[in-house]
């Protein structure tokens, strides 16, 4: 009997862990009666009733299970860490606010047993503030054409990935790992299944503006080497620029020495645009190395504190 993984990665979800978990084992048990499965939730220091429910539902269900993490150690890496953990012949991986639909599972399932070894929920329509919405899509098109690698619109995670390219991810050793990037690059035989994501059940987004930059800095500095190409590009035009508006200066100066003032607003306006540029390619510069310092120090992805179900 084939074994299948449901990951899901939560924080303060209190209201939606119980039924989200009751959820997919009625579609396993209506849908798919004929595999074994676990549901793993692992939770990033949740600092609700988190928890405490899904000690309960863990009590209530051995199949569920629980990993509780000692601190935050933020979304990318306490997923990943999930889903490492896993132990089924394919893993679907999921949020746990409702935005992902259980619905899917058996038709990412389907399309595992039809051969694929990837299976990548799309998101062609969302209920989401329109605004985010137009802003994610200006990213993943940005990042698509900056990249070296096919990246995938609009993909988030939610998707069943088969045991073999589970292998891959836990051989990786890569301590700050962007799994979209990753199933861009190294996914193969990968079908992209359209859903429209609803809006979250219950609870607001622990998604703010800043985790959001985050996350698009961690997919800019691993996946793409534009910015500082076009960091010295932009250096040589503008330093061809100065010298040609300096020579034209003289000359105009030489030629028309007493009725040609030269004035104080281009040079003050020169100084302030040169030094947003420099600052703005300073930061773009202290992302990569920022990048580069987290992979050095090579820490774990996250410590553990307690496993509920695990034998």
């Known amino acids: 009997m084939k074994k299948i993984s449901v990951l899901v990665h939560c924080f303060n979800e209190e209201a939606n862990v119980i039924p ?26 949740s600092t609700d009733g988190t928890r405490e429910r899904l000690r309960a539902a863990c009590a209530k269900n051995p199949r569920v299970k629980a990993i509780f993490n000692a601190r935050n150690f933020g979304q990318i890496s306490s997923s990943f860490h999930g889903l490492c953990q896993t132990t089924g012949d394919c893993t679907i991986s999921m949020c746990s606010d409702f935005q992902d639909p259980v619905d899917m ?23 989401e503030n329109s605004l985010v919405r137009f802003l994610r899509t200006l990213y993943y098109k940005a990042i698509k054409k900056m990249s070296d690698v096919e990246m995938i ?22 301590p700050t790992p962007w799994l979209r990037g990753i199933v861009a690059e190294l996914g193969v035989k990968r079908k992209s299944i359209p859903y429209t994501q609803a809006r979250r059940k219950a609870g607001k987004t622990k998604n703010n503006w800043y985790v959001l930059y985050d996350l ?34 003289l000359v105009c100066k030489l030629l028309f020495w007493y009725s040609f003032p030269m004035g104080m607003v281009p040079v003050i306006v020169g100084v302030f645009f040169m030094g947003a540029l420099q ?28 496993r509920i179900n695990f034998k």
């Open 279 to 306: 600052l703005f390619f300073i930061g773009l510069i202290g992302e990569y190395i920022l990048a580069i310092n987290e992979r050095v120090k090579n820490h774990p992805l996250v410590i553990e504190e307690e």
């Open 105 to 127: 599972i058996p038709v990412f399932v389907c399309e595992w047993e039809a051969g694929y070894k990837i299976v990548s929920g799309i998101k062609t329509q969302s209920k």
């Open 216 to 249: 698009a800095m961690l997919s800019f500095t691993s996946y793409t080497k534009v910015g500082l190409r076009v960091a010295t590009i932009i250096g040589f035009v503008m330093a061809g620029m100065a010298l040609l508006i300096a020579m034209g200066y």
């Open 20 to 45: 989200l978990g009751d959820e997919i084992a009625r579609v396993m048990a209506n849908d798919l009666p004929s595999y074994d499965y676990e549901i793993i939730f692992i939770d990033n220091y």
């Open 153 to 174: 619109e609009h993909f988030t995670g939610f998707g069943l990935y088969d045991k073999s390219f589970m292998n891959v991810l836990r051989n990786l050793n890569d």
